[in-house]
């Protein structure tokens, strides 16, 4: 039995780290101030591992705590820098369901930590799989208040040394504090999403 340590979930191990970019792939220096990127992610006790479970709501339910949680520490990481575009991911270890990692990322989750960044009108944008550790996983980023902002399309690989293990999963959430660096391909720009249904 896995001891609840974090409201109603066992959380064996909390990840986070950052990078940033100074340059581009050609070597052009970033045009304004570097790209940061953070990756904070959760290893969790999957309660539904190796089994069939219709109803999912006790993730769910419980979820907004971990949201909250996610939120804090991301603002603790960036510190005084301003967060523009998030993702999200789950990765379930080999005895779970991919929809038991899926119920971690729905908007009671969510919405938590779009709070803690000051917002976000858009829907954050996700993608998961089953594997085991050291497995790769590329979460995708985009604008928090505009989707369609086509400097913000943008990607960060993880891989983690020792989860998910078979009966947990890894709740990763995903930062950057602009978008990719001589972004240039036209469209709706940054300065311009203030007002905006989140969408556009």
Known sequence: MYEANFETFHIRKWFAFQEEVLANETGQLADG???RKYVVAAAIHNPFAGEFQDDLSAIIDASPALGREFGRRINQLAGDHVIESYGKAILVGANGEY??????????????????????????????????????????????????????????????????????????????????????????????????????
């Open 99 to 200: 929809e038991h990692g899926n119920a971690f990322l729905t908007n009671p989750a969510a919405n938590p930590v779009r709070d803690a960044i000051g917002g976000g009108k858009s829907w954050v944008p996700s993608t998961g799989k089953i594997g085991g550790p050291g497995m790769t996983l590329d979460v995708p980023l985009a604008h928090k208040d505009a989707l369609y902002v086509r400097s913000h399309y943008d990607t960060i690989s993880v891989s983690f040394d020792d989860a998910p293990r078979p009966n947990e999963l890894l709740v990763i959430w995903a930062f950057a504090t602009r978008g990719r660096l001589h972004a240039r391909l036209g469209g709706l720009v940054a300065s311009d999403v203030k007002g905006l249904d989140g969408l556009t």
């Open 33 to 35: 101030e570097p790209v």
